[in-house]
């Protein structure tokens, strides 16, 4: 009974704090989650008494032994990057490894008692009890930082540096027996792992804001070219509509001159005429109108003159109003983005198809929708589908993520049966005041 409360007091905390940054980010319910851990801590259990019961020497074997499997069920459980999940895995098993450290000394040295018994376990708990509400804090915001961070090389090795510090204190303080951790040279080592661990994570938090600022400004960097490279679009349509105004009224003061000289001479018949052929000669081409905000029409035309002209099947339905309650930048990226995405998955293919189309709910939710014929999974959609389950996962579609976050929201890209569907989900909270 005793190693089973002691098993209990050092491992379900930190199962506790393992998970609670990733509570949202579970691959199965919360329910089904809370029932592996419990098998696994369960089956250690087992384990732990038998060895015990039998007079084997090997509690601490076994607790090596299932570290590994919590490591596997973590894993299944969460849905997270593996090199990011693995950095914070670490980072509580270091946080164990310090509370179990500390709680050990303290069982030998102040009550005379054995690491592996009631009292080692009570240690234990308390210790956990007094840290827990300040370590879940900062394992939070460090699971945050992490998972929001994107850089695959950083987190391909980055892992190593807190991995290499605890395999070095447990090569030298890692017997648990009274003797030894009654000793000022083993609390010493783990006191230098505790400083090592927080120098690690507190270097590394600054290195991550470093880095997602510098990723927020080339993002911003772009949005603005993006927006930029709209706006000339529609400064170079207002020269055109200029210029044919201008020939229009020439050639209007051309007609009327024409008009004037049959009505001078009187010649109905030929005015008749001249009046049928030039009804024959206007044009009934008209520019599209697809969305009743003229900015955002402005960037369909522009996509939907392209598209059409490569022979893509174009639908459009575009149900938003004139004024949008998001910053119209913000929409145009987002479209700008998806229309992007579907224009080179179209290209090549035979019978291509896009189909466009936005809808606002109630007051403020919008939502865009681009869908594509794909009669085979690229890379890039295989990518963006793993973006749309972890959005920390890829630089590609960041700025729809972004944006996406900023204002509530969701995005979904998923390939199925020869079709590629993308959408995002934009709810602003209406209390709060919009900046473009």
Same mark, same amino acid.
């Given at each position: 009974?005793?190693?089973?409360?002691?098993?209990?007091?050092?491992?379900?905390?930190?199962?506790?704090?393992?998970?609670?940054?990733?509570?949202?980010?579970?691959?199965?319910?919360?329910?089904?989650?809370?029932?592996?851990?419990?098998?696994? %801590?369960? +089956?250690?259990?087992?384990? /732990?008494?038998?060895? +015990?019961?039998?007079?084997?020497?090997?509690?601490?074997?076994?607790?090596?032994?299932?570290?590994?499997?919590?490591?596997?069920?973590?894993?299944? &459980? /969460?849905?997270?990057?593996? @090199?990011?999940?693995?950095?914070?895995?670490?980072?509580?098993?270091?946080?164990?490894?310090?509370?179990?450290?500390?709680?050990?000394?303290?069982?030998?040295?102040?009550?005379?008692?054995?690491?592996?018994?009631?009292?080692?376990?009570?240690?234990?708990?308390?210790?956990?009890?007094?840290?827990?509400?300040?370590?879940?804090?900062?394992?939070?915001?460090?699971?945050?930082?992490?998972?929001?961070?994107?850089?695959? %090389?950083?987190?391909?090795?980055?892992?190593?540096?807190?991995?290499?510090?605890?395999?070095?204190?447990?090569?030298?303080?890692?017997?648990? &027996?009274?003797?030894?951790?009654?000793?000022?040279?083993?609390?010493?080592?783990? /006191?230098? $792992?505790?400083?090592?661990?927080?120098?690690?994570?507190?270097?590394?938090?600054?290195?991550?804001?470093?880095?997602?600022?510098?990723?927020?400004?080339?993002?911003?960097?772009?949005?603005?070219?993006?927006?930029?490279?709209?706006?000339?679009?529609?400064?170079?349509?207002?020269?055109?509509?200029?210029?044919?105004?201008?020939?229009?009224?020439?050639?209007?003061? =051309?007609?009327?001159?024409?008009?004037?000289?049959?009505?001078?001479?009187?010649?109905?018949?030929?005015? =008749?005429?001249?009046?049928?052929?030039? +009804?024959? @000669?206007?044009?009934?081409?008209?520019?599209?109108?697809?969305?009743?905000?003229?900015?955002?029409?402005?960037?369909?035309?522009?996509?939907?003159?392209?598209?059409?002209?490569?022979?893509?099947? $174009?639908?459009?339905?575009?149900?938003?109003?004139?004024?949008?309650?998001?910053?119209?930048?913000?929409?145009?990226?987002?479209?700008? &983005?998806?229309?992007?995405?579907?224009?080179? @998955?179209?290209?090549?293919?035979?019978?291509?198809?896009?189909?466009?189309?936005?809808?606002?709910?109630?007051?403020?939710?919008?939502?865009?929708?681009?869908?594509?014929?794909?009669?085979?999974?690229?890379?890039?959609?295989?990518?963006?589908?793993?973006?749309?389950?972890?959005?920390?996962?890829?630089?590609?579609?960041?700025? %729809?993520?972004?944006?996406? +976050?900023?204002?509530?929201?969701?995005?979904?890209?998923?390939?199925?049966?020869?079709?590629?569907?993308?959408?995002?989900?934009? &709810?602003?909270?209406?209390?709060?005041?919009?900046?473009?």
């Amino acid at each position: 009974m005793q190693l089973a409360f002691y098993i209990l007091c050092t491992a379900l905390p930190v199962h506790l704090l393992a998970y609670y940054p990733f509570l949202h980010k579970l691959r199965t319910s919360q329910r089904t989650a809370v029932l592996l851990v419990a098998l696994n %801590i369960i +089956a250690e259990l087992g384990c /732990v008494s038998l060895v +015990a019961e039998n007079g084997i020497p090997a509690v601490r074997v076994v607790e090596f032994l299932f570290a590994p499997v919590s490591m596997a069920v973590y894993f299944f &459980n /969460v849905k997270v990057g593996f @090199s990011k999940l693995l950095f914070t895995y670490i980072f509580a098993m270091d946080y164990l490894m310090i509370v179990k450290g500390l709680g050990s000394f303290a069982a030998a040295h102040f009550f005379h008692q054995e690491p592996y018994s009631w009292t080692g376990g009570f240690c234990c708990l308390v210790l956990h009890l007094a840290f827990m509400p300040l370590m879940m804090s900062f394992f939070r915001r460090t699971a945050q930082k992490v998972y929001e961070t994107e850089a695959p %090389i950083l987190w391909h090795t980055i892992w190593l540096i807190p991995a290499l510090t605890s395999m070095i204190v447990l090569l030298f303080t890692g017997a648990f &027996n009274k003797q030894y951790v009654d000793s000022w040279l083993f609390l010493l080592a783990r /006191v230098i $792992l505790l400083v090592c661990i927080f120098v690690v994570y507190f270097v590394l938090l600054h290195s991550l804001e470093g880095l997602r600022h510098q990723a927020a400004l080339k993002e911003q960097i772009r949005q603005r070219e993006q927006i930029l490279t709209f706006q000339r679009t529609q400064y170079a349509h207002l020269q055109e509509y200029v210029e044919e105004l201008r020939q229009s009224r020439r050639n209007l003061r =051309q007609h009327l001159e024409k008009i004037q000289g049959c009505l001078n001479s009187g010649d109905k018949e030929a005015l =008749q005429h001249y009046l049928a052929d030039y +009804a024959s @000669s206007l044009s009934q081409q008209e520019d599209a109108l697809y969305c009743k905000n003229d900015t955002i029409n402005t960037l369909l035309q522009y996509y939907a003159q392209h598209m059409l002209e490569a022979g893509i099947d $174009l639908e459009v339905q575009m149900n938003l109003p004139d004024v949008l309650p998001v910053p119209e930048q913000d929409v145009c990226v987002l479209l700008g &983005n998806l229309l992007e995405n579907a224009w080179e @998955s179209c290209s090549g293919q035979k019978e291509p198809y896009i189909r466009i189309a936005a809808e606002l709910t109630g007051t403020a939710a919008i939502t865009l929708i681009v869908d594509n014929t794909a009669p085979i999974r690229s890379q890039r959609q295989q990518k963006l589908e793993q973006i749309s389950e972890d959005p920390g996962s890829g630089i590609d579609a960041l700025s %729809i993520t972004e944006i996406a +976050a900023r204002y509530n929201g969701t995005i979904r890209f998923q390939w199925d049966n020869g079709m590629f569907y993308a959408s995002v989900f934009l &709810n602003p909270q209406p209390a709060e005041p919009l900046t473009a």
